[in-house]
């Protein structure tokens, strides 16, 4: 018997991912230093990748 799964309230983690990569370019958008919103930008691509991956399956 299998054990029962209740529906998380939670987004699935597609969801969650991109939401955190428009969170990361938010932030860049509005910091100063450069080499710190590179990073996030890199971070956001990342992030929004793996969520259009997990999307797909």
Known sequence: MK????????????QRLAQEARNCLTIAVG???????A?????????????RELAKT
């Open 31 to 37: 910091h100063g230093d450069v080499a710190f919103t």
């Open 3 to 14: 054990p029962l799964v209740l529906a998380s309230p939670a987004p699935p983690r597609a």
């Open 39 to 51: 990073e996030l930008i890199d971070e956001a691509l990342k992030l929004a990748q793996r969520a």
